[in-house]
Nanobody
């Protein structure tokens, strides 16, 4: 599976963006997905994720209530809607995937097999 993330950009605090992660190579219905972010000098941080059913989404405390993860299997695309953005949300955002990932592993970067190239989100104050 190849993942292509897009949708990043420069936005003012309080604004919104929608990130997309398009998967190619095979159907995504059997895959769980996660979004992570990273700033220079820091470890990659879990943001949001769900298992292949998409029935249960998991969020980090820092984004809960502001970000929403969703998927469209027909379009092989996973989305991350970012609302009420804050300067602290500035980072490169990565999508990741793994077939059959379980709920307890969603927050762990090393549990994922496939990664997109990242898209930069910059939030100005």
């Amino acid at each position: 599976v190849q993942l292509q993330a897009s949708g990043g950009g420069l936005v003012q605090a309080g604004g919104s963006l929608r990130l997309s992660c398009v998967a190619s190579g095979r159907t995504i219905s059997g895959y769980g997905f996660g979004w992570f972010r990273q700033v220079p000098g820091k470890e990659r941080e879990f943001v949001a994720g769900f298992t292949r059913s998409g029935a249960t989404a998991v969020y980090s405390d820092s984004v809960k209530g502001r970000f929403t993860i969703s998927r469209d299997n027909a379009k092989s695309t996973v989305y991350l809607q970012l609302n009420s953005l804050e300067p602290e949300d500035t980072a490169v955002y990565y999508c990741a995937a793994k077939a059959g990932i379980i709920l307890s592993s969603l927050r762990v970067p090393m549990c994922y097999h496939y990664w997109g190239q990242g898209t930069l989100v910059t939030v100005s104050s």
